[in-house]
């Protein structure tokens, strides 16, 4: 499975982006799939993940800015990015993960296959 992120860019702080990240190689049926930043200096943290099903879940950070959403016939994720602060800096990565009884996952080590990522950068 490979996974290509795409739509990161510059943008001044109040303003929006969309990231993309879509699947090839195989079906991703019953894999969550999530969203994790790196920004530079920092480790890798969790933003937002849905499961098969369309359940969300959201680091506190971005609840109400940040809108996790899918489209399983298209193998692809979407984030919408809302009211972007400078603070949200950073490469974006998209991960897919299956694993017996979880439904989606903040953990990195809960993921099988990462793209490899989309830098977002917010001017204040």
């Known amino acids: 499975v490979q996974l290509q992120a795409s739509g990161g860019g510059l943008v001044t702080a109040g303003g929006s982006l969309r990231l993309s990240c879509a699947a090839s190689?195989?079906?991703?049926?019953?894999?969550?799939m999530s969203w994790f930043r790196q920004a530079p200096g920092k480790e890798r943290e969790f933003v937002a993940t849905?499961?098969?099903?369309?359940?969300?879940y959201y680091t506190n950070s971005v609840k109400g800015r940040l809108t996790i959403s899918r489209d399983n016939a298209k193998s692809t994720v979407y984030l919408l990015m809302n009211s972007l602060e400078p603070e949200d800096t950073a490469v974006y990565y998209c991960?897919?993960?299956?694993?017996?009884?979880?439904?989606?996952?903040?953990?990195?080590?809960?993921?099988?296959?990462w793209g490899r990522g989309t830098q977002v950068t917010v001017s204040s």
């Open positions: 849905i499961s098969w099903g369309g359940s969300t």
């Open positions: 991960a897919a993960g299956r694993r017996s009884g979880r439904y989606y996952s903040s953990n990195t080590s809960e993921y099988d296959y």
């Open positions: 190689g195989r079906t991703l049926s019953g894999y969550y």
